[in-house]
């Protein structure tokens, strides 16, 4: 059975056709997510006609109240930019899922799979109902087609995100260190 991914987006692909929207709506949904997307740290300086260029390619996914859109350790394709509802990304550790952060609408997840080209490191539950953008690193393989100045661009706006993710994650481990442990590290003596 494919991935509860992979499974949305075939029901997704085949269900808009029946979906009739009339042009004014389209449009509008179009900049609604083009205004999305600048107001986000990953698209930060991306021009107007490359983030419509990617708006058009990119796949509207909704995910119901308590459903994953990936679990960790699925095959790693995609982003995602929430568009509506929150999510808990969730890491198992020692048979448990512990909670890392809740995301709610203008955050993305799953970036660093278009990075590092790794299997899913964490799980991401719908906790509301939700509506997101999927953004495939083939979406991102034509842009970079297009004009490799902004997908470099894009590019080093993601390593800048996971890096301020990364950042956040050192603070908490340290204060569970700080916690967890009543003596100070010392520098070991030179002489010894």
Not at 41 to 69: H, K, S, Y
Not at 115 to 134: G, I, N, Q, W, Y
């Amino acid at each position: 059975m494919p991935p509860p991914v992979a499974r949305r987006n075939a029901a997704h692909r085949a269900g808009p056709q029946s979906i009739q929207c009339g042009p004014g709506v389209q449009i509008a949904m179009k900049q609604a997510r083009i205004e999305l997307l600048q107001g986000m740290p990953v698209f930060g300086g991306i021009r107007d006609d490359t983030l419509e260029f990617l708006v058009e390619r990119c796949i509207p996914v909704t995910v119901a109240r308590d459903q994953f859109f990936f679990r960790e350790g699925d095959p790693a394709e995609s982003m995602f930019v929430l568009e509506r509802g929150k999510v808990a990304v969730l890491k198992r550790h020692a048979g448990s899922q512990h909670l890392l952060r809740y995301l709610e609408a203008g955050d993305c997840f799953g970036e660093m799979a278009l990075m590092d080209l790794h299997p899913r490191s964490a799980s991401v539950l719908a906790v509301e109902d939700c509506s997101a953008l999927e953004i495939s690193a083939g979406h991102l393989q034509q842009v970079g087609e297009r004009d490799l100045e902004q997908f470099t661009l894009i590019q080093m706006n993601m390593g800048r995100e996971v890096s301020r993710r990364l950042r956040e994650a050192d603070e908490r481990l340290c204060r569970i260190e700080l916690d967890d442990s009543s003596t100070p590290w010392q520098m070991p003596d030179a002489g010894t």
